[in-house]
T-cell receptor, first 113, second 114 residues
């Protein structure tokens, strides 16, 4: 059983569409991170959110941390083929298990030109 | 290039064997994390070291062990290998132990157990 549930698992959309990926848990995390992973490579950090309710923007990507620090979402506006990849959320903690990271199962995004 | 190096890139071995995976963190990074990524389990945290000391343990099997040396490189030892151990093994390094420090992943070692 995954501590962090990501949805959807797969997403295939046309260039220019918007999408949202969700990362949910019943546990509280010290921080939550989003990564993107390309085939044959390690995950690359996109953003870290720490405060409940925090919203961070990275160009066309918007990340939100839930008020209770149990869930997060990643919204991509006007998706481009270069956004194709595996998106992973990872929670650090909870505070009693600081330094442990729990990864979601991932969302495989394919953006068609 | 994340600055984290892992060797070897690929490893093919037989059941029952023992292998050692090596990780060199980014220059100056004190924390090293090991992860296993398989198709059915996703990315699983195994163990973390900080400046030579074990700090956190995840879903690491008793057949697996790790250590971090004085020069901060780390090794993950996998013994009595089973078919199910076939996976990508990543190490990641972080400068400190704060939650806001960035974790940089290496390119991974692909282990195939036949």
């Amino acid at each position: 059983t995954q501590l962090l549930e990501q949805s959807p698992q797969f997403l295939s959309i046309q260039e220019g569409e918007n999408l949202t990926v969700y990362c949910n848990s019943s546990s509280v995390f010290s921080s939550l991170q989003w990564y993107r992973q390309e085939p044959g490579e390690g995950p690359v950090l996109l953003v870290t959110v720490v405060t409940g309710g925090e919203v961070k923007k990275l160009k066309r990507l918007t990340f939100q941390f839930g008020d209770a620090r149990k869930d997060s979402s990643l919204h991509i506006t006007a998706a481009q083929p270069g956004d194709t990849g595996l998106y992973l959320c990872a929670g650090e903690g909870p505070p009693s298990n600081f330094n442990k990271f729990y990864f979601g199962s991932g969302t495989k995004l394919n953006v068609k030109p | 290039d994340s600055g984290v190096t892992q060797t070897p890139k690929h490893l093919i071995t037989a059941t029952g064997q023992r292998v050692t995976l090596r990780c060199s963190p980014r220059s100056g990074d004190l924390s090293v994390y090991w992860y296993q990524q398989s198709l059915d389990q996703g990315l699983q945290f195994l163990i973390q070291y900080y400046n030579g000391e074990e700090r956190a343990k995840g879903n690491i099997l008793e057949r697996f062990s790790a250590q971090q040396f004085p020069d901060l490189h780390s090794e993950l030892n996998l013994s009595s290998l089973e078919l199910g151990d076939s996976a990508l093994y990543f190490c990641a390094s972080k400068s400190g132990s704060s939650g806001t420090d960035t974790q940089y992943f290496g390119p991974g070692t692909r282990l195939t157990v036949l």
